[in-house]
């Protein structure tokens, strides 16, 4: 029997005002509802800063959503 929980390969993060580098992660879950809940919740809790979802190195979702970006 193993002990190991749910892996949490979704990630939410805030980046700092360059854009270059991770200030915080946000929320971490297991599944892509909760972490799409979550990532919604972070984008109003903090308007115009750079939030990320990502699942491993992959970004599902980037906000705000500046062209070119």
Request: hydrophobic share 45%; glycine share 8%.
């Amino acid at each position: 029997m193993s002990d190991a929980g749910p892996q949490l390969s979704f990630k939410i993060e805030q980046w700092d005002d360059t854009g270059t580098q991770i200030e915080s992660v946000l929320a971490l879950a297991c599944a892509q509802k909760l972490a799409v809940s979550a990532y919604d919740a972070a984008v109003r809790l903090y308007p115009g800063r750079v939030v990320t979802l990502r699942r491993g190195t992959e970004v599902l979702a980037k906000a705000p959503d500046f062209p070119g970006a």
